[in-house]
């Protein structure tokens, strides 16, 4: 159990001051360079009139940035979630249990293609070494009753979900929480039956919190693999929307070709903790078939009326036109322009040009890998079949 932390030392007494100094976190988080920060937090210490020179900060800073001091349970330790500028990065091991990390975030916003971008950002930050903190999992539980998620978004890879959360996330307002590492741990543990399925639903509150006071809408982007718990995953939020983004198999298999994922590697993810038989997996002919095969198989069972299933080459138009109506988000006309801009940049480097490449895949794609693909274009189709369906199915009358 994390206990709240004392303040008996003039190190404890400055960081509890700068908990309640929302001004000063703001004022210092984003300082990157150490020799800067220094100077800063000797200023800030001695208004305080805590007697801690800069050298004891100094080398304060330096033992906290080594790899071992980054593995150990950080010094400050409280029995809440820390003020709202601070977000859930890891899961820690502790006295046989676990504890949640947490890390300010410097007033950056997640705009990043991926949470941990923006985590490795604020992670070398010299404030976050004088301020990283855990609590116990239980300190999650004050974000049971937050404002619900707008969306959550499935996807089988490498089919445009990156790009459909950028064009989220453009928007003043919206909060996208893409592929966090902690929440797949979170969920990890809620499947094994170590932790009850309500904490999956606290964390991602935790983690799409109102940092600036201007949160309208929530979203959260999942990993691909999650689509395996996707039952689990609907009865943590039962009323909320949700999407499937898919590709056409032979383009999709030619980028994991290219640059395998975690999770087409045999051997890499752990399948059993998401209640998948990894025997299964190695027998067979084509393990990256075979594991997107079971994405979409278990995409296309779980679908029902809180589901859009989108393809690939409906994006970017689809987000706006039928994503957003989907969540329940009807954006101005600023925030729609901002929305459309996003989807012309390429989304893992948003600062470049988005150009399709479909057409070189499917150059690419040699005859064996599209006779492998055989299973997965079945699931294509049927994924295919069910949108169609559904696009004619007319709107329920109110």
């Given amino acids: 159990m994390v206990r709240a932390m004392t303040s008996a030392t003039p190190i404890d007494r400055l960081r509890a001051a700068l908990l309640a100094d929302e001004a000063a976190q703001l004022r210092l988080a984003p300082i990157a360079d150490t020799a800067a920060f220094l100077d800063a937090i000797t200023a800030y210490a001695e208004g305080l009139g805590l007697p801690i020179g800069r050298d ?191 590709r056409d198999p032979v383009e999709v298999l030619v980028s994991q070709q290219r640059r395998p994922g975690l999770h087409v590697r045999p051997g890499v993810l752990p399948l059993e903790e998401y209640g998948v038989d990894p025997a299964e997996g190695a027998a067979a002919d084509d393990y990256a078939v075979w594991i997107l095969d079971g994405i979409c198989r278990a995409a296309a069972d779980a679908v029902d009326a809180g589901c859009l299933l989108l393809n690939y080459d409906q994006l970017p138009a689809a987000l706006t036109d039928a994503m957003l109506p989907h969540f329940g988000v009807a954006p101005d006309a600023d925030a729609r322009a901002r929305i459309v801009a996003a989807g012309g940049r390429y989304s893992k480097a948003p600062t470049q040009a988005f150009t399709g490449d479909s057409e070189a895949k499917q150059r690419e794609a040699s005859p064996e890998l599209r006779a492998a693909a055989a299973p ?23």
């Avoid at 079945?378 to 199915?393: C, G, H, I, Q």
Wanted: hydrophobic residues 50%; aromatic residues 8%; glycine residues 6%.
């Fill in 56 to 246: 004891a900060f100094a080398a304060g800073l330096a033992r906290a940035a080594t790899p071992q001091m980054e593995r150990e349970l950080p010094a400050l330790r409280l029995a809440e979630a820390p003020p709202r500028h601070w977000l859930p990065v890891d899961l820690m091991g502790y006295q046989g249990g676990a504890v949640v990390e947490w890390l300010h975030f410097a007033g950056l916003p997640l705009t990043d293609p991926f949470f941990e971008e923006t985590w490795r950002k604020v992670r070398l930050l010299p404030f976050n070494r004088l301020m990283r903190a855990a609590t116990p999992i239980a300190a999650l539980d004050a974000f049971a009753e937050a404002p619900p998620l707008d969306g959550v978004v499935f996807h089988m890879s490498r089919c445009g979900s990156t790009l459909a959360g950028q064009m989220l996330g453009a928007a003043p307002g919206h909060i996208v929480v893409a592929e966090p590492p902690v929440l797949d741990a979170v969920i990890r543990l809620v499947v094994r039956g170590v932790l009850p399925p309500a904490t999956i639903a606290a964390m991602a509150a935790a983690l799409t919190r109102d940092r600036d006071g201007q949160a309208r809408h929530r979203f959260v982007k999942l990993d691909a693999w999650h689509c395996f718990v996707l039952p689990l995953l609907r009865g943590v939020w039962p009323g909320t929307p949700w999407t499937f983004l898919y």
């Fill in 376 to 398: 997965l274009i079945a699931t294509y189709k049927r994924l295919e079949a069910l949108r169609l369906a559904a696009k004619m199915t007319p709107e329920p009358v109110a």
